[in-house]
Structure formats: structure tokens, C-alpha cells
Nanobody, 114 residues
Framework: QVQLVESGGGLVQPGGSLRLSCAAS????????MAWYRQAPGKERELVAS???????NYLDSAKGRFTISRDNGKNTVFLQMNSLKPEDTAVYYC????????WGQGTRVTVSS
């Protein structure tokens, strides 16, 4: 069973930075497309950033220029570097892995508040 474990969330002031990590196990990490989604209270889950197995990236418009997704296939880990955080970035962030099937982590909470 694929396992995804997110970490790195927390409370940060507006304008601050956080780096989320998602450690994957029980899978051939390099063949999976990886992504970060988020879900704010009362809202639907949305795609924040994705990185394909070949390294192609895609971002939510509001994340472009502020967030960077990357992966380390040697460490079976995907990262989301988030800079210039805004209160509207507050959400639970979920790691997703997709190859034939889709798998989810348990989420890590990010709160942007002064």
C-alpha cells in the first residue's frame, strides 16, 4: 500500500515562508506524477502545484511566482516551497501521487495569520 506522509505545515505570518515535504514509500516513486492540493474551510480541494515523472511542473495561477514544487527521486520526496504567504493560502495541504491509481496523504495544516 502506497504511503504518503506530509510534514512542514504550521503557523506563519503573512509574507513568511514554509517548505512542505511529502515522503513516499511502498511505491516506485520516480514513475509517479506528484502534486500538492489544498482545501480551505468550506471550500473544495484545489490543485496547487504538480510535477510529472519527467519533471514538468504546473501551478495554480495564484501560486505562480510564489510557490515552487520539486522532487528528489533519490529520497522519494516531493517538496513545496511556499514564499510570500498570504492569509488566503491558509488550508490543509495534501500530497497526491498518481500512476494508474491516485493516492493521498493525510494532510498538513498551513495557517497564515498575524
Amino acid at each position: 500500500q502506497v504511503q504518503l506522509v506530509e510534514s512542514g505545515g504550521g503557523l506563519v505570518q503573512p509574507g513568511g515562508s514554509l517548505r512542505l515535504s511529502c515522503a513516499a514509500s511502498r511505491m516506485v516513486f520516480s514513475i509517479y506524477d506528484m502534486a500538492w492540493y489544498r482545501q480551505a474551510p468550506g471550500k473544495e480541494r484545489e490543485l496547487v502545484a504538480s510535477i510529472s515523472s519527467s519533471g514538468r511542473t504546473n501551478y495554480l495561477d495564484s501560486a505562480k511566482g510564489r510557490f515552487t514544487i520539486s522532487r528528489d527521486n533519490g529520497k522519494n520526496t516531493v517538496f513545496l516551497q511556499m514564499n510570500s504567504l498570504k492569509p488566503e493560502d491558509t488550508a490543509v495541504y495534501y500530497c497526491n501521487a498518481e500512476y494508474q491509481f491516485s493516492y493521498w496523504g493525510q494532510g498538513t495544516r498551513v495557517t497564515v495569520s498575524s
